[in-house]
T-cell receptor, first 111, second 112 residues
Framework: KQEVTQIPAALSVPEGENLVLNCSFT??????LQWFRQDPGKGLTSLLL?????REQTSGRLNASLDKSSGRSTLYIAASQPGDSATYLC??????????FGAGTQVVVTP | GAGVSQSPSNKVTEKGKDVELRCDPI?????LYWYRQSLGQGLEFLIY????????KSGLPSDRFSAERTGGSVSTLTIQRTQQEDSAVYLC??????????FGSGTRLTVV
Protein backbone atom coordinates (compact mmCIF):
# COMPACT_ATOMS: atom_id res chain seq x y z
CA LYS A 1 0.00 0.00 0.00
CA GLN A 2 1.41 3.36 -1.09
CA GLU A 3 2.23 5.75 1.74
CA VAL A 4 3.01 9.39 1.04
CA THR A 5 4.76 11.54 3.64
CA GLN A 6 5.41 15.26 3.54
CA ILE A 7 8.02 16.85 5.74
CA PRO A 8 7.96 19.32 7.37
CA ALA A 9 4.27 19.62 8.28
CA ALA A 10 4.70 23.38 8.71
CA LEU A 11 7.34 25.89 7.69
CA SER A 12 7.79 29.58 8.35
CA VAL A 13 10.42 31.61 6.50
CA PRO A 14 11.20 35.28 5.97
CA GLU A 15 10.49 36.76 2.57
CA GLY A 16 13.28 36.19 0.07
CA GLU A 17 14.42 32.84 1.41
CA ASN A 18 14.22 29.72 -0.75
CA LEU A 19 11.65 27.09 0.23
CA VAL A 20 12.37 23.36 0.14
CA LEU A 21 9.40 21.03 0.55
CA ASN A 22 9.82 17.28 0.67
CA CYS A 23 7.57 14.41 -0.37
CA SER A 24 8.49 10.76 0.10
CA PHE A 25 6.66 7.64 -1.03
CA THR A 26 7.03 3.93 -0.41
CA UNK A 27 6.09 2.39 -3.79
CA UNK A 28 8.09 3.55 -6.80
CA UNK A 29 5.52 2.13 -9.28
CA UNK A 30 3.97 5.54 -9.91
CA UNK A 31 2.58 6.96 -13.13
CA UNK A 32 3.17 10.59 -12.28
CA LEU A 33 3.53 12.99 -9.37
CA GLN A 34 1.73 16.28 -9.01
CA TRP A 35 2.33 19.24 -6.69
CA PHE A 36 -0.69 21.31 -5.67
CA ARG A 37 -1.21 24.50 -3.75
CA GLN A 38 -4.24 25.14 -1.56
CA ASP A 39 -5.18 28.51 -0.13
CA PRO A 40 -7.44 28.57 2.96
CA GLY A 41 -11.05 27.78 2.07
CA LYS A 42 -10.20 27.27 -1.58
CA GLY A 43 -9.78 24.38 -3.99
CA LEU A 44 -6.49 22.91 -5.16
CA THR A 45 -4.38 24.54 -7.85
CA SER A 46 -1.99 22.34 -9.81
CA LEU A 47 1.57 23.69 -9.79
CA LEU A 48 3.68 21.07 -11.52
CA LEU A 49 3.18 17.60 -13.00
CA UNK A 50 6.15 15.24 -13.32
CA UNK A 51 5.74 12.09 -15.38
CA UNK A 52 7.43 8.97 -14.04
CA UNK A 53 10.02 9.10 -16.84
CA UNK A 54 11.01 12.68 -15.99
CA ARG A 55 13.49 13.91 -13.41
CA GLU A 56 12.24 17.46 -12.95
CA GLN A 57 9.84 20.16 -14.05
CA THR A 58 10.20 23.92 -13.81
CA SER A 59 7.74 26.77 -13.90
CA GLY A 60 8.94 30.25 -13.06
CA ARG A 61 10.27 30.26 -9.50
CA LEU A 62 9.13 26.67 -8.96
CA ASN A 63 11.19 23.57 -9.59
CA ALA A 64 10.17 20.03 -8.71
CA SER A 65 12.45 17.02 -8.85
CA LEU A 66 11.56 13.35 -8.85
CA ASP A 67 13.79 10.44 -7.82
CA LYS A 68 11.72 7.28 -8.11
CA SER A 69 14.51 4.96 -6.98
CA SER A 70 14.74 6.70 -3.62
CA GLY A 71 11.02 7.46 -3.41
CA ARG A 72 11.41 11.22 -3.17
CA SER A 73 10.25 14.44 -4.73
CA THR A 74 11.30 17.92 -3.74
CA LEU A 75 9.57 21.20 -4.52
CA TYR A 76 11.82 24.25 -4.55
CA ILE A 77 10.39 27.74 -4.49
CA ALA A 78 13.01 30.40 -5.11
CA ALA A 79 12.98 33.84 -3.50
CA SER A 80 9.78 33.28 -1.51
CA GLN A 81 7.10 35.97 -1.31
CA PRO A 82 4.24 36.47 1.17
CA GLY A 83 1.87 35.40 -1.61
CA ASP A 84 3.49 31.95 -1.52
CA SER A 85 1.88 31.35 1.88
CA ALA A 86 -0.40 28.34 1.44
CA THR A 87 -0.56 24.60 1.99
CA TYR A 88 1.42 22.56 -0.52
CA LEU A 89 0.35 19.00 -1.30
CA CYS A 90 2.04 16.28 -3.30
CA UNK A 91 -0.04 13.57 -4.95
CA UNK A 92 0.95 10.38 -6.72
CA UNK A 93 -1.02 8.70 -9.47
CA UNK A 94 -0.76 5.01 -10.30
CA UNK A 95 -1.33 3.46 -13.73
CA UNK A 96 -5.09 3.26 -13.01
CA UNK A 97 -5.21 6.96 -12.36
CA UNK A 98 -5.78 6.54 -8.63
CA UNK A 99 -4.54 9.45 -6.51
CA UNK A 100 -2.70 9.25 -3.22
CA PHE A 101 -2.12 12.51 -1.33
CA GLY A 102 0.38 13.50 1.29
CA ALA A 103 -0.90 15.43 4.33
CA GLY A 104 0.64 18.67 3.09
CA THR A 105 3.14 21.28 4.25
CA GLN A 106 1.71 24.54 5.57
CA VAL A 107 3.96 27.43 4.51
CA VAL A 108 4.02 30.94 5.95
CA VAL A 109 6.25 33.56 4.35
CA THR A 110 6.65 36.59 6.59
CA PRO A 111 7.28 40.06 5.12
CA GLY B 1 -15.44 23.99 -20.56
CA ALA B 2 -11.86 24.85 -19.74
CA GLY B 3 -11.98 23.63 -16.17
CA VAL B 4 -13.87 21.48 -13.69
CA SER B 5 -17.13 23.14 -12.76
CA GLN B 6 -18.95 22.48 -9.50
CA SER B 7 -22.38 23.67 -8.50
CA PRO B 8 -23.68 25.12 -6.37
CA SER B 9 -20.65 26.95 -4.96
CA ASN B 10 -22.41 27.31 -1.62
CA LYS B 11 -25.30 25.37 -0.15
CA VAL B 12 -27.02 25.87 3.18
CA THR B 13 -29.50 23.18 4.10
CA GLU B 14 -31.51 22.15 7.10
CA LYS B 15 -30.59 19.04 9.00
CA GLY B 16 -32.48 16.05 7.63
CA LYS B 17 -32.87 17.39 4.09
CA ASP B 18 -31.32 15.75 1.02
CA VAL B 19 -28.79 17.61 -1.11
CA GLU B 20 -27.30 17.07 -4.56
CA LEU B 21 -23.90 18.38 -5.54
CA ARG B 22 -22.91 18.51 -9.19
CA CYS B 23 -19.55 18.17 -10.92
CA ASP B 24 -18.92 18.87 -14.61
CA PRO B 25 -15.49 17.45 -15.42
CA ILE B 26 -13.26 18.53 -18.26
CA UNK B 27 -14.57 17.10 -21.51
CA UNK B 28 -12.95 13.77 -22.34
CA UNK B 29 -11.56 13.15 -18.86
CA UNK B 30 -12.18 9.54 -17.92
CA UNK B 31 -11.25 9.72 -14.23
CA LEU B 32 -13.28 11.61 -11.64
CA TYR B 33 -12.81 11.96 -7.89
CA TRP B 34 -14.93 13.32 -5.07
CA TYR B 35 -13.21 14.48 -1.89
CA ARG B 36 -14.42 16.39 1.09
CA GLN B 37 -12.52 18.68 3.39
CA SER B 38 -13.75 19.71 6.80
CA LEU B 39 -12.58 23.00 8.26
CA GLY B 40 -8.85 22.87 8.96
CA GLN B 41 -8.61 19.23 7.98
CA GLY B 42 -7.01 17.31 5.13
CA LEU B 43 -8.65 15.82 2.07
CA GLU B 44 -10.96 12.87 2.69
CA PHE B 45 -11.45 10.53 -0.27
CA LEU B 46 -15.09 9.73 -1.03
CA ILE B 47 -15.45 8.00 -4.40
CA TYR B 48 -13.49 7.41 -7.63
CA UNK B 49 -14.83 6.82 -11.15
CA UNK B 50 -12.56 5.56 -13.94
CA UNK B 51 -14.08 5.10 -17.37
CA UNK B 52 -16.64 2.32 -17.49
CA UNK B 53 -15.19 0.45 -14.53
CA UNK B 54 -17.18 -0.03 -11.34
CA UNK B 55 -16.56 2.99 -9.09
CA UNK B 56 -14.43 2.72 -5.97
CA LYS B 57 -16.92 3.65 -3.25
CA SER B 58 -14.68 2.66 -0.35
CA GLY B 59 -14.46 6.22 0.97
CA LEU B 60 -18.17 6.94 1.32
CA PRO B 61 -18.70 7.50 5.07
CA SER B 62 -22.20 6.05 5.32
CA ASP B 63 -25.09 4.75 3.23
CA ARG B 64 -26.54 8.26 3.25
CA PHE B 65 -23.90 9.13 0.65
CA SER B 66 -24.15 8.04 -2.98
CA ALA B 67 -22.74 9.21 -6.28
CA GLU B 68 -23.31 8.52 -9.91
CA ARG B 69 -21.67 9.50 -13.13
CA THR B 70 -23.94 9.67 -16.14
CA GLY B 71 -22.61 9.00 -19.63
CA GLY B 72 -19.05 9.06 -18.33
CA SER B 73 -19.30 12.81 -17.84
CA VAL B 74 -21.32 14.74 -15.25
CA SER B 75 -21.29 13.38 -11.71
CA THR B 76 -23.75 13.98 -8.89
CA LEU B 77 -23.00 13.40 -5.22
CA THR B 78 -26.15 12.93 -3.16
CA ILE B 79 -26.32 13.18 0.61
CA GLN B 80 -29.57 12.01 2.16
CA ARG B 81 -30.88 13.11 5.55
CA THR B 82 -28.01 15.55 6.04
CA GLN B 83 -26.35 15.84 9.44
CA GLN B 84 -24.31 18.70 10.87
CA GLU B 85 -21.13 16.64 10.57
CA ASP B 86 -21.67 16.61 6.80
CA SER B 87 -20.76 20.32 6.73
CA ALA B 88 -17.59 20.60 4.67
CA VAL B 89 -16.22 21.66 1.30
CA TYR B 90 -16.86 18.99 -1.32
CA LEU B 91 -14.22 18.92 -4.07
CA CYS B 92 -14.34 17.24 -7.45
CA UNK B 93 -11.34 16.51 -9.69
CA UNK B 94 -10.98 15.00 -13.13
CA UNK B 95 -8.16 13.64 -15.24
CA UNK B 96 -7.23 11.89 -18.43
CA UNK B 97 -4.81 9.19 -17.28
CA UNK B 98 -1.32 10.62 -17.43
CA UNK B 99 -2.38 14.23 -17.72
CA UNK B 100 -2.62 15.13 -14.06
CA UNK B 101 -5.70 16.14 -12.09
CA UNK B 102 -7.64 19.38 -12.25
CA PHE B 103 -9.77 20.33 -9.27
CA GLY B 104 -12.96 22.34 -9.20
CA SER B 105 -13.49 25.22 -6.80
CA GLY B 106 -15.68 23.09 -4.56
CA THR B 107 -19.12 23.27 -2.99
CA ARG B 108 -19.26 24.60 0.56
CA LEU B 109 -22.04 22.72 2.33
CA THR B 110 -23.40 24.02 5.60
CA VAL B 111 -25.99 21.98 7.49
CA VAL B 112 -27.91 24.00 10.06
Amino acid sequence: KQEVTQIPAALSVPEGENLVLNCSFTDSAIYNLQWFRQDPGKGLTSLLLIQSSQREQTSGRLNASLDKSSGRSTLYIAASQPGDSATYLCALTDSWGKLQFGAGTQVVVTP
Amino acid sequence: GAGVSQSPSNKVTEKGKDVELRCDPISGHTALYWYRQSLGQGLEFLIYFQGNSAPDKSGLPSDRFSAERTGGSVSTLTIQRTQQEDSAVYLCASSLVGSGYTFGSGTRLTVV
